[in-house]
């Protein structure tokens, strides 16, 4: 289906096959932000499931793979930078399709700012400028700096930012092997001075704590993995779009399973189940506790690993939310501006530079209420999340349904597969909803309204979207004329081109 360009600029289009599968599945990699996702998510864990922890994030990889089989199928015959929004379109309809992209637009303005705080906060820890941290004007000029400087990168090319990506993961692979070797040699030579256990293959039972423990444990793990589809948000400007992208996304969850079952095992083994759960809420001080204890004097090489991580995911994640603009507005879902691209760096500037400004201002103004309402924001980043992942895959068995009985493939990847993930997502949805009701379970501890704090912010994002996209179908009507589909019989033994 070829999409309607922006009127002003009908022959400037995004720069096509400027970067590889490499360059994909490295940015999948890095939109998760792993080590830094890691040290937020290991203490919560381990205090929920124990020594399971390594099991339950297991666990949390199979809706992430089944949803990424969605995404792979539904890209080839879509090649559209906008993923979820143009494929619900495509199947459910307009206002289905509308809300899946306002989803993944706000996901990125929630975590930008957050993401380089954490950046700049342990870029500083490495340096030994620990002072820095605890002041926050400085540490909050910082990360607005680090912000502007990373959406600069992805207006300047997507090459620029492939490049800079690269050099990112092998740093932060680089480092986080160091640590697992360094840490797993010290449990079996019994120097940890922590409580160490040595590994075992029971770990990997994600039943092993009991189903409340895993069902919170899975809460937690299931968004570990968010980000990997970044790969496929710049399907427009990947060498081989109809499948490239898809594969980037599929490798992308296969590489962070065993990134994260590796750090899982060594941090585990060395400093035992008491240590991890008593410091759970205290991310920073345990990799930096960890980072001294396990490597010594060369305990930056953690801290670099965790603010690499997090440098590149800030970049990372505001590719998502600007394609979905950008692609949003070239269908008239959003004003035209919305859907500028330069002329001299093939990238959509206008979105991105709006995303950006709108996570800062949201950065700077969460912060001024507290802290706790920072990580409140975050928290309510999963029933975004959930959403339109689970929405994708209930649309690529719609899209699909004329051709799931035609071989046992078509069954299970393309419809069996996305339905199920979408289903434990959703299971996972409403399990975040009954939790966050209870103001207690907050970071903040208070209620806002009776509720806590991140569903009051996860229901305020969705009635404003829900308002906007009202606002819009009564000002152009134009998108709303777009009729659900299935997958044409041609399209699906040869996938399309994008515009073909």
């Known amino acids: 289906m070829a999409h309607d360009r922006v009127r002003d600029e009908p022959d400037v289009g995004l720069r096509p096959n400027a970067i590889g599968f490499v360059d994909a599945l490295v940015i999948g990699l890095n939109a998760t932000s792993p080590a830094y996702s890691l040290?937020?998510?290991?203490?919560?864990?381990?205090?929920?499931?124990?020594?399971?922890?390594?099991?339950?994030?297991?666990?949390?990889?199979?809706?992430?793979?089944?949803?990424?089989?969605?995404?792979?199928?539904?890209?080839?015959?879509?090649?559209?930078?906008?993923?979820?929004?143009?494929?619900?379109?495509?199947?459910?309809?307009?206002?289905a399709g509308w809300l899946g992209g306002w989803a993944i637009t706000m996901t990125g303005v929630l975590v930008v700012g957050s993401l380089a705080d954490v950046a700049v906060s342990f870029t500083l820890l490495a340096v030994g400028l620990d002072g820095w941290v605890e002041n926050d004007v400085v540490r909050q000029l910082l990360t607005v700096l680090l912000i502007i400087v990373m959406t600069a990168v992805c207006v300047i090319g997507t090459e620029l930012s492939a490049k800079v990506q690269n050099a990112l993961i092998l740093l932060q692979v680089a480092f986080l092997l160091v640590f697992v070797v360094v840490a797993l040699y010290r449990v079996y030579a019994g120097t940890t001075g922590f409580d160490s256990i040595e590994p075992a293959a029971d770990w990997l039972n994600p039943f092993g704590a009991g189903g409340a423990a895993l069902t919170g444990g899975l809460l937690l793990g299931v968004f570990i993995y968010w980000g990997w589809e970044s790969a496929v948000n710049l399907t427009e400007e990947t060498e081989d779009s109809a499948s490239a992208p898809g594969r980037a996304g599929l490798w992308s969850t296969v590489v962070l399973?065993?990134?994260?079952?590796?750090?899982?095992?060594?941090?585990?083994?060395?400093?035992?189940?008491?240590?991890?759960?008593?410091?759970?809420?205290?991310?920073?001080?345990?990799?930096?506790?960890?980072?001294?204890?396990?490597?010594?004097?060369?305990?930056?090489?953690?801290?670099?690993a965790v603010a690499t991580s997090a440098i590149a995911s800030t970049q990372t994640t505001i590719i998502p939310a600007s394609r979905t603009a950008l692609s949003m507005a070239r269908r008239q879902a959003l004003p035209q501006h919305f859907g500028h691209i330069s002329p001299r760096f093939r990238t959509p500037d206008v979105s991105t530079w709006w995303v950006a400004g709108i996570a800062i201002a949201w950065y700077v103004v969460v912060n001024q209420i507290s802290t706790n309402a920072l990580f409140d924001s975050l928290t309510a980043l999963s029933l975004l999340i959930a959403f339109y992942y689970a929405l994708?895959?209930?649309?690529?068995?719609?899209?699909?349904?004329?051709?799931?009985?035609?071989?046992?493939?078509?069954?299970?990847?393309?419809?069996?597969?996305?339905?199920?993930?979408?289903?434990?997502?959703?299971?996972?949805?409403?399990?975040?909803?009954?939790?966050?009701?209870?103001?207690?379970?907050?970071?903040?501890?208070?209620?806002?309204f009776g509720l806590g704090p991140p569903l009051v912010i996860g229901i305020v994002i969705s009635l404003i979207g829900v308002v906007l996209m009202v606002v819009w179908r009564l000002r152009d009507a134009v998108f709303w004329q777009e009729r659900p589909g299935v997958a044409d019989p041609d399209l699906v033994r040869a996938p399309s081109r994008k515009g073909s």
Not at 402 to 424: C, K, Q, Y
């Open 39 to 95: 040290a937020a998510v290991i203490g919560p864990i381990v205090a929920l499931v124990g020594i399971y922890a390594p099991g339950v994030m297991f666990a949390s990889f199979v809706p992430m793979l089944l949803i990424a089989s969605a995404f792979y199928y539904l890209n080839k015959v879509d090649q559209d930078c906008g993923t979820t929004f143009s494929w619900v379109t495509r199947a459910m309809g307009p206002w």
């Open 257 to 304: 399973l065993v990134t994260y079952l590796s750090v899982a095992f060594a941090v585990v083994a060395f400093a035992g189940t008491a240590f991890l759960a008593e410091n759970a809420g205290e991310e920073e001080f345990v990799f930096a506790q960890l980072a001294g204890d396990v490597l010594g004097g060369w305990d930056w090489i953690l801290l670099l």
């Open 392 to 448: 994708t895959g209930v649309a690529c068995a719609v899209y699909y349904r004329r051709h799931l009985t035609e071989s046992v493939r078509n069954f299970l990847l393309i419809g069996l597969g996305p339905v199920v993930g979408a289903g434990l997502l959703t299971w996972l949805l409403v399990r975040s909803i009954i939790d966050m009701s209870d103001p207690a379970n907050s970071y903040s501890g208070t209620s806002w």
